[in-house]
């Protein structure tokens, strides 16, 4: 197996496995990203968004991918990275690919002095749930994920209240 930085020809593979996880947490219908998007992203003047890519058997075909960018913990003064998806195509599960994703951004952590890695996961993905815990993660019990988007965003901007 081999993990390495995403590369501008992988843009059209990793945007496919973004649309399988979409799919697979039943929100494929949320899945906007265009392959011209995820390039900015990835690639343009001002890079803010990073990846990482899989590749099993000693070919070059890309099944899984992880997606992430830097955040900041104002408590501990560091950055740190927020893993926005992790996947690994059904058919490649198993293999240790995701796990070497996941230790392939926690060194990334500790190369950088950065002082955590943390992600969202749904209630419900019971097997994502136990493989972050048997990497050693805790979930946050305490603290609730809020979103402002789709209408509420623009409303909620434009209210001078």
């Known amino acids: ?13 990793v945007l496919g496995l973004v649309r399988e996880l979409a799919a697979y947490e039943k929100a494929e219908h949320e899945a906007l990203m265009t392959a011209d998007q995820l ?8 890079p803010a968004l990073f990846g990482h890519v899989a ?3 000693g070919s070059e075909q890309v099944v899984g991918v992880a997606l992430w960018f830097l955040n900041f913990s104002t408590w501990r003064g560091t950055h740190g990275i927020h893993l926005e998806d992790l ?7 198993g293999s240790g690919l995701g796990r070497e994703l996941l230790r392939t951004l ?3 952590c500790v190369d950088r002095g950065f002082s955590r890695l943390e992600w969202s996961v749904l209630d419900w993905n019971t ?9 050693g993660a805790v979930p946050m019990e305490d603290w609730t994920v809020f979103r ?13 209240r």
Do not use: C, K, N, W
């Not at 402002?148 to 001078?160: E, G, K, S």
């Open 55 to 57: 590749t099993a058997d």
């Open 39 to 46: 390039h900015t992203a990835l690639f343009g003047d001002s």
């Open 1 to 13: 197996m081999t993990v390495r930085p995403v590369r501008p020809d992988d843009v059209p593979a």
């Open 127 to 135: 097997p994502s749930i136990e493989f972050y815990r048997a990497a």
């Open 87 to 93: 996947y690994v195509s059904p058919g490649s599960r």
């Open 148 to 160: 402002l988007t789709d209408d509420a965003l623009p409303r909620f901007a434009a209210d001078r």
């Open 106 to 108: 926690a060194q990334e």
